[in-house]
Structures are given as C-alpha cells and as structure tokens.
C-alpha cells in the first residue's frame, strides 16, 4: 500500500491509492470514481488535512503558469505550481506576488487552502490576491467558482473540490531592501508601532536563550541603480527576498489575535516560556496580517498578529502547545488551518462570525462528504 507523509514528519497516512493526473480529463474520472479524495501540495503542513485512506491526488502535472493579464496586474498558476517556481517567470513578465510567507517550496493551492501569509500590517494572505479559482468539483465536474463562492473557496483547507488553477492580483515586479538586526525584546516591543509602520513588512523572532529580538525589515526599493547596501542589508527582486531555508525540522503552532492585544499575547506566551515552559528554546516569531473578509481567514474582519511557536522535530512539544493553546484562546486566537491547534467543529463557530455560512457552502458544494476526512469532519461537523 502508498504511504504519505508530511513534511515534518508527524503526520502519516496510508492512502489505497496515490495519483498524479496528467490532464483534466483525467482529474474529473479520478474524482467522480471516488468516494473519499484528498489532495496533497508540499506536505508543509503540520495539521492532518491532507491525510486520507482513499484516494491521494496530487496535481504536479498542474504546475506552471497558464495565463498572464500583464495590463491587468493577473496572472492564473496551475493549482501545483510552487511558488518557488512562479517568481522568476512573474517578474520576466513584470509582476509580483504582493506578499509572501517565511518560505516558497508550497503549491499555489496549498498555500491558498490554508491562509498562507506573510507579515505587513497593510497586507492580506495570498488567499486575499485569488481573484478567480478553477475546481473539479465532487462529480466530477469543471467549474469556475464566482461570487460569494470564491471568497470561500480561496481558503477552504480543499473541502470545496480539487483546485485546478487560481488568477492571483499581483503588483508590478519590485525589489526589497532587506534589513536584519538584533535588540532586546523589549525595546523591539517599544518601537513596534513606528517599526510597523515604516516598514512595508516587519517581524522579528524573540529568542528565549537572550530575551532579545532578531528583527528583519523589508521595504520596497524603487531606485533601481542603488546595488551596494550597508553590512546587514541585502537588495534584490521580492520573491529572492521573502524566502528562507529552514534547514532543522520543527513542529509549529500559530495564532491570530487582534492586532492591539498582540503586544500582550505575545508577552503572555513569553512569560510561559521563562516559567512553566523555561525547556522551550525555540525562537517565536511575531507578524502583521491586515484585516480581511474571506469566511475561513484567521485574520477576518479584524487587523491580525499572528505568533508563532515551535519545537525540533523528536523533543517533546504536546504539553507545552497546548498550555499556549490556552493563553491564545485567552486573546481571541484563531489557529492557522495548516500549524497545531486541537480546537474543532464546535469552538469555530464563536471564532467566525461567517461560520455557519462556510458550513453550508461546504456542504452545498460536497453533498456526500467525498472530501472530508475523518479530521476535516472533527472541523466541519460538530458532534
Ligand atoms: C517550513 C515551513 C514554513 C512555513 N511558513 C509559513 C509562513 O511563513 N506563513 C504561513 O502562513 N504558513 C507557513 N507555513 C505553513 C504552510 O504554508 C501551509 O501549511 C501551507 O498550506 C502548505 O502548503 P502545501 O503546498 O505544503 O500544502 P499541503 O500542506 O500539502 O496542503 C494544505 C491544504 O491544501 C489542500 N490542497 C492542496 N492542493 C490542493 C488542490 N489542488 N485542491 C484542493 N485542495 C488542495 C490540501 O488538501 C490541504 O488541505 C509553513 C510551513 C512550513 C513547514
């Protein structure tokens, strides 16, 4: 039997089948002959959502650009595409994703299924740039999703149907100045506000061992003959900027709290860190996500900081996440679809305020539950 397995490593399936589709047509037979379908992207996510004992599809045969409406600031990317593998083509082209994560090996349609995002107080998730979305819907057929419709489904943990392709709004290509530096936290903290706004994206990582803050500043360079920078500093198109190399596997959980009560949350889990959980070492990292309307986002209707905590692969975490679990809840938190949380079905609907519609939409589009796994259920049905 195929087996799958998660990029970290905590998460395990085996499917009775894997398949790689090699065109439409044959995407639409493997999803209207099943009953049970899930899809895997780059298996960067550390929640069960990809996990199935049906039928495993992967759609690397949907990779790549389709179509790019340079006038028009769009560009549609094959549902497999890594975003990795769409910067170079976007810029010979003349645009660029507004905003991206800590790192791009990520299919354009996982990142979107999860909210996948970056930091910048005036920026949404890549979800909010889908500006249409091709789905194989539970029968088997080929729809353009419109409306009310497309805000669910630009993130919808793949509970809609198989994404084929998403038209994502872009900006003209540009370059970031890059600045990293090192403070104490809390004078971090102090200048947040200024630090925020300054800067086009600002986040930093609060290192435990030193209670200091590494910081990194990206601001959009518009000189483009400026190419030497000061030591600390790099220059270069945005999607060579955005991405790291995370060389050591981690086990993560992210929250999303009101962007005014992030200082305090923040500093809630740190005293968690220095006291009950002083054996956690690993850096936490603090963004900005500004506020958005799509039903599922962590960051609905409420400007956002999102934190982030991790563990190495193979050291205890369990204990440690859900005492956090607690204080996030504490603050309004709403987890990240694709990082830990133990929340379900019946604790969302006081998160969402468009839950219930979600809900419905979800069950509109996928009558038989072909794509809800045993974990999708403990999210989408309440017991
Ligand atoms: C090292 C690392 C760094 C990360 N950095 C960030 C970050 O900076 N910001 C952030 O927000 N998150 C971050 N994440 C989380 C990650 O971006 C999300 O979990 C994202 O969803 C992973 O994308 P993926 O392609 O691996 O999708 P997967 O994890 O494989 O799948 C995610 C979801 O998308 C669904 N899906 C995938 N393809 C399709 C399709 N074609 N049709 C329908 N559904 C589909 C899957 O079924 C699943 O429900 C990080 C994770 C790791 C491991």
């Not at 493997?30 to 992207?41: C, E, H, K, T, Y």
């Not at 107080?121 to 088997?140: E, P, Q, Y």
């Not at 609060?206 to 500093?233: F, N, R």
């Not at 992030?262 to 506020?291: D, N, Q, S």
Request: charged fraction near 25%; hydrophobic fraction near 40%.
């Amino acid at each position: 039997m195929a087996s799958w397995s998660n990029w970290a490593g905590n998460v395990e399936c085996r499917p009775a089948r894997l398949a790689e589709p090699r065109d439409l047509d044959e995407l639409k037979r493997l999803v209207a002959g099943s009953n049970d379908v899930r899809v895997a992207g780059s298996g960067h996510s550390f929640t069960p959502i990809v996990a199935t004992d049906g039928l495993l599809l992967s759609l690397g045969n949907f990779a790549g650009i389709v179509d790019i409406d340079r006038a028009g600031l769009r560009a549609e990317i094959g549902a497999g595409a890594r975003l990795a593998d769409i910067g170079a083509e976007l810029q010979a082209a003349g645009l660029a994703l507004a905003n991206q994560g800590d790192v791009d090996v990520q299919r354009i349609a996982g990142a979107i299924s999860t909210g996948t995002h970056g930091t910048g107080r005036t920026l949404g998730s890549i979800s909010t740039m889908v500006a249409a979305l091709k789905l194989v819907t539970a029968s088997g057929e080929a729809i353009e999703v419109s409306g009310s419709d497309l805000k669910a489904a630009a993130l919808s943990l793949g509970t809609l149907g198989v994404i084929v392709s998403v038209t994502l709004n872009l900006l003209p290509a540009y370059r970031l100045r890059e600045r990293v530096w090192r403070e104490p936290v809390e004078q971090a903290l102090e200048r947040l506000p200024e630090l925020a706004s300054e800067n086009r994206h600002f986040e930093f990582f609060w290192l435990p061992e030193t209670d200091e803050a590494d910081c990194k500043a990206l601001h959009p360079s518009l000189d483009e003959t400026i190419t030497t920078v000061e030591p600390g500093e790099r220059i270069d198109w945005s999607w060579r900027i955005f991405p790291s190399v995370r060389e050591r596997k981690f086990i993560e959980s992210e929250w999303s709290v009101p962007a005014e009560q992030g200082p305090e949350c923040f500093l809630a889990i740190r005293e968690l860190m220095r006291g009950r959980h002083a054996e956690m070492k690993w850096p936490v990292e603090y963004r900005t996500v500004a506020a958005d309307d799509l039903p599922l986002s962590p960051a609905f209707g409420r400007d956002t900081v999102a934190i982030s905590i991790h563990q190495g692969v193979g050291k205890p975490w369990e204990d440690f996440f859900r005492d956090a679990q607690e204080i996030f809840r504490r603050f309004n938190g709403r987890p990240h679809w694709g990082k830990w949380h133990a929340l379900q079905a019946r604790d969302f609907a006081a998160l969402y305020p468009q839950w219930d519609r979600f809900v419905a939409t979800r069950r509109r589009f996928d009558p038989q539950n072909k794509f809800l796994s045993p974990y999708l259920r403990s999210l989408f049905e309440a017991r």
